[in-house]
């Protein structure tokens, strides 16, 4: 496994992945303003793998001002120059010292590579990212419906909570 040394300074697995699963050349690479094309790209394994994702077009302008964001982490696992699944994310600011927070807005991997432990590196690689940032906790929805999502996140480690969601439609 390598890393791209501009997406972490260190990456340590919790749980170990077994090396025949993961090839030495998968990269993890995180987002950034020069990355516009790789960053399509992984909105295409959204749209493609994510129940309830916009079928619309892309919108360019909005794509880059994210990419440009102070709050905006993304990342995403190549192999071959190929995005095989990434991850979008959000730091939240508190009041108080030492209670920032991340909210995962969105985790996939192109169903062709699903099973082989890409997800749970891409958890990790959040996780750790959270961890050096110093944030209190990691947030991440899922719909009741997707129980492959639910069973994800329980085996990667999350504590889940029955909380009430408000959507206002605009």
Known sequence: MKYNTDALSTVTLEREVPNEVLSEDTVIHKLGPQDLKTFK?????FK???????????????????????????????????????????????Y??????????????????????????????????????????????AKKQGTAAIDFYRNTGATEYQTAKFVYDL
């Open 41 to 45: 790209q992984l909105i295409e394994i």
């Open 96 to 141: 108080y010292k030492g209670e920032s927070e991340v909210i995962l807005y969105n985790l996939a991997v192109s169903p062709k590579y699903q099973g082989k432990g890409i997800g749970k590196l891409l958890m990790q690689t959040i996780l750790n990212f959270a961890k050096e940032r110093e944030h209190s906790r990691l947030f991440v929805g």
């Open 48 to 94: 493609a793998t994510l129940e309830g994702q916009s079928k619309k077009e892309i919108d360019e302008f909005s794509l880059n001002s994210m990419l440009r964001h102070v709050t905006f982490v993304g990342y995403v696992a190549m192999k071959d120059d190929e995005v095989i699944g990434g991850l979008t994310a959000y730091e939240i600011r508190s």
